[in-house]
């Protein structure tokens, strides 16, 4: 059984950094794609960076230059470094891990970031 839990949210002052990690547990980490996504009261899920099973990333627009993923295959957990954080970027952060040789896919409950003075 595929679990995937996130950790590393709190409140942060605008310009401040948090570091988000996702451990998946149950399975080896490099045959999934792990994606950080996000969700804004009122606001519909969107997505904010991902790494694939082959280690390629790439990230939003609205986080480019100031998120970073990374994966550490060796602890089956990926990070999302999130620097400069503005008020905008408060959300539920959720990790997603999609099975690359089929359709199982697995969420994590979330974890909260607030940023606010």
């Known amino acids: 059984q595929v679990q995937v839990v996130e950790s590393g949210g709190g409140l942060v002052q605008p310009g401040g950094s948090l570091r988000l990690s996702c451990v998946v547990s149950?399975?080896?980490?490099?045959?999934?794609?792990i994606k950080w996504y996000r969700q804004a009261p009122g606001k519909q899920r969107e997505l904010v960076a991902v790494i694939t099973s082959g280690g390629s990333t790439n990230d939003a627009d609205s986080v480019k230059g100031r998120f970073t993923i990374s994966r550490y295959s060796a602890k089956n957990t990926v990070d999302l470094q999130m620097n400069s954080l503005k008020p905008e970027d408060t959300a539920v952060y959720y990790c997603?891990?999609?099975?690359?040789?089929?359709?199982?896919?697995?969420w994590g409950k979330g974890t909260l970031v607030t940023v606010s003075s």
């Open positions: 997603n891990a999609k099975w690359v040789y089929g359709p199982g896919e697995y």
């Open positions: 149950g399975d080896i980490l490099k045959i999934y794609d």
